[in-house]
């Protein structure tokens, strides 16, 4: 029974502290519009740091005229790493990988990652207090993803993705005045993978 | 109206002298390739013209065609190759990143790390190395990695290559290199991948047999 109850301490001591909120005091349009609306198409310097290898390309975002999402990665010198298409909630296709990438775990983790470049696309499904802040929880599939902004919604804090008990990674992103992603930063938690995003300009 | 007139008039005439003041026009850049028919003459007389190129420096663009999205990517550099096996690749535009590769050695440096090539990258990086190279000591005809064509017209050769090897059948569909006929230097490089996009290298302001140093491909 001791253990029990300490079990039970801990892990409601563990867990966050969640208030849900039943009456919000925002509109499902206030927290889309503070997302990054994406722009019909954004190309990024792309570094991605996984277990000592060192990945460095172009990568292009594109919103495509049926509304999917097209991502483009490509090295310096042009050759493809990979094009992905997300179509809806839960529905990914690999249009190409480069044959070194084709691995189920490696194309999870490029969904996982690209997820945060489009949370606008998927479904807000609730919200909470926690650490000071507010939380919106987005759902893609089975991928949870949370938006942190402060209490009065002004500003967006990071980005995260997990389950309510366990982060995954998290995501910091900085915006241009124009509301566009002007560099984001993926830290994953339990795994010494880091992604670098900046965006460019110069290539057309 | 005479305004508009005039800019679109002027618009017009610079753009038919820029296009006539092209040398590489005017010296048969568009003029179309024929099957070379004495396929073993023309491969000996490129092998020894190109054994003359012991160094090539020029400047690069290259554009990346992605089928799919309608979009390029443009980018642009400098390359400085010295035979045996030395090569340096330094991208400008969109941003620097410079890979040096020195016999079988790759190193790649942005504006952040300087690192070896990892596995992903660095067989399409000796692969291109290998082309240019290749390309420089006019041995590249002599592979069995892949099977090849020859064109030409009066001023250059082109070289349409597939690959037959089993890696090289993974990451790419062809490749066409153009070499100008005057001293057989490279002047276009296209790779067709297996999706259908294109990457195509032009090379320009083409310096051969200048005195390269070696420091520049050392890391």
Redesign the interface.
């Given at each position: 029974m001791r253990y029990l109850i300490f079990s039970a301490f801990f892990l409601t001591s563990c867990s966050r502290d969640y208030v849900k909120i039943s009456d919000p005091v925002f509109a499902k349009e206030d927290v889309y519009n503070l997302l990054h609306g994406s722009k019909h198409?954004e190309?990024f310097?792309m570094?991605i740091e996984i277990l000592n290898?060192?990945?460095?390309g172009?990568l292009?975002v594109?919103e495509m005229d049926d509304k999917s999402m097209?991502f483009?990665a490509?090295?310096?010198?042009?050759?493809?790493?990979f094009?992905l298409i997300f179509s809806d909630v839960g529905k990914w296709k690999v249009?190409?990988i480069?044959?070194?990438?084709k691995n189920k775990k490696v194309i999870q983790t490029l969904y996982e990652c690209l997820g945060y470049l489009h949370i606008d696309k998927f479904a807000l499904v609730r919200s909470f207090l926690q650490e000071g802040g507010r939380y919106f929880q987005f759902t893609e599939g089975n991928r949870n993803y949370y938006v942190k902004t402060d209490l009065a919604m002004n500003n967006i804090e990071r980005y995260e993705l997990g389950s309510e008990r366990k982060r995954k990674s998290i995501a910091n992103i900085y915006k241009s005045d124009v509301g566009s992603i002007d560099s984001m930063k993926i830290k994953y938690e339990h795994f010494n993978m880091k992604w670098r995003l900046y965006h460019?300009?110069?290539?057309? | 109206m005479i305004l508009v007139v005039n800019k679109t008039y002027l618009k017009l005439v610079l753009l038919l002298l820029s296009f006539f003041l092209n040398s590489e026009f005017i010296l048969g850049q568009n003029k179309s390739f024929k099957l070379a028919t004495q396929t073993e003459l023309v491969k000996a007389q490129y092998k020894k013209e190109a054994s003359r190129i012991q160094t090539l420096q020029c400047n690069f663009s290259?554009v990346?065609k992605?089928a799919?999205?309608t979009?390029?990517?443009?980018?642009e550099g400098q390359l400085s190759l010295k035979k045996p096996g030395k090569m340096k690749?330094e991208?400008t535009?969109?941003?620097s990143?410079i890979?040096r590769i020195n016999n079988q050695r790759i190193q790649?440096k942005?504006e952040?790390?300087t690192?070896e090539a990892?596995?992903?990258?660095q067989?399409?990086?000796k692969y291109?190395h290998r082309m240019m190279i290749g390309s420089l000591q006019g041995d590249l005809l002599d592979s069995r990695d892949f099977t090849y064509a020859l064109f030409e017209n009066d001023q250059q050769l082109k070289i349409q290559i597939v690959p037959t090897e089993k890696n090289l059948k993974?990451?790419m569909k062809q490749m066409v290199l153009v070499l100008r006929k005057k001293d057989y230097a490279l002047t276009s490089l296209e790779?067709t991948?297996?999706?259908g996009?294109t990457?195509t290298m032009t090379f320009t302001n083409i310096q051969l047999n200048k005195d390269v140093s070696d420091e520049i491909f050392n890391f």
């Open positions: 198409s190309r310097k570094e290898h060192y990945l460095t172009i292009l594109k097209r483009y490509m090295t310096e010198t042009g050759a493809s790493y094009d249009n190409y480069m044959p070194s990438l460019i300009t110069n290539t057309e | 290259q990346k992605i799919a999205l979009e390029q990517v443009k980018s690749m991208y535009k969109p941003y990143y890979v790649i942005d952040k790390k690192t990892n596995a992903a990258t067989k399409a990086w291109i993974r990451y790779i991948e297996l999706n996009d990457n």
